[in-house]
Nanobody, 114 residues
Framework: VQLQASGGGLVQAGGSLRLSCVASGRVLSDGMGWYRQPPGKKRELVAIILTGGTANYADSVKGRFTISRNNAGNTVYLEMSSLKSEDTAVYYC??????????WGQGTLVTVSS
């Protein structure tokens, strides 16, 4: 399985971006997630979507970010709005295959200018 993330870029504070992550092989729809690693900091969970569509979010992004997936179950999205400078980070997607092995995307850089 390979994950291809895209959609990052430079955006002004208050703006919006949509990240996408496409899996090349069969993955579980349960537990698809987005993580991020700000400069000089550890990787952290941003959002995760579970079976049935339930989503959990980091407190820092609640109300601003929305995670979703496509019906085919091979793509996960992250809609980001009201972006802040502290959202600047490399964003990674994560999925599991049917043997529950972890896979990570290559990362996509989001830079929010103030």
């Amino acid at each position: 399985v390979q994950l291809q993330a895209s959609g990052g870029g430079l955006v002004q504070a208050g703006g919006s971006l949509r990240l996408s992550c496409v899996a090349s092989g069969r993955v579980l729809s349960d537990g698809m997630g987005w993580y991020r690693q700000p400069p000089g900091k550890k990787r952290e969970l941003v959002a995760i979507i579970l079976t049935g569509g339930t989503a959990n979010y980091a407190d820092s992004v609640k109300g601003r970010f929305t995670i979703s997936r496509n019906n085919a179950g091979n793509t996960v999205y992250l809609e980001m709005s009201s972006l802040k400078s502290e959202d600047t980070a490399v964003y990674y997607c994560r999925m599991k295959d049917w043997d529950r092995r972890d896979y990570w995307g290559q990362g996509t850089l989001v830079t929010v200018s103030s």
